[in-house]
């Protein structure tokens, strides 16, 4: 059998198979262009291309937070995984997630919330993380924005892209209604994958302008 072996040729190929399989392609701007085919790609579906929002100038927020070497929060272990480790190190960026750490372990028993909020809440304190990628807990986003709303930062973006059944599409509709820089998925969809899609493809993006 005769197949492609060379790794950059298949994501080229892919890429364009998914840049003419879109349904409107030119409603992105070139670097959203790249967000969407790196998530369509990352999940082999085609529904994100309706489903993702960008708030004006969000991509632009976050190449500066790349560029100032910004730490990064992820809301699972699976995120910091998936984040691309090589252009992490070219940008001198470190990403974390507190969700296991003793202190919010305790804290979460203490007050019975979930352990995603009492993370969240320890990331936003420390204001060198300024980007925020949350792709499992509908809990830390809320809780995310009623920080930001009580005590405002102007130089944190949000990828707010949890999935699933409960409170998921709710949290992600409050994100849309805020003015708040953000990424986010309308409805239930969404997930780590598709969070750490969207950090790699604004990394490689940041890569591209240097």
Known sequence: MDYIKKPMEIENGSMAIIEAEMFNPGRFSDDELKVV???IHTTADFEYEKLITFSDG???KLLANV???SKIYADTNMIAVAVNRVLLKKT?????N????E??????KELSITRSMVAMEKAYNDTSIKVFLIGNAPTALIRLMELMEAKPREDVVIVGVPVGFVGASESKDALLKTNYPHISIVGRKG???VAAA???AVLKIQQEKV
Do not use: L
């Open 191 to 193: 997930g780590s994958p």
């Open 37 to 39: 085919k790196r998530v």
């Open 198 to 200: 969207i950090m790699n």
């Open 103 to 108: 202190d919010v372990v305790i804290k979460a």
């Open 67 to 69: 560029n100032n070497a």
């Open 58 to 60: 969000v991509i632009d």
């Open 92 to 96: 001198n960026m470190e990403i974390v």
């Open 98 to 101: 507190y969700v296991h750490d």
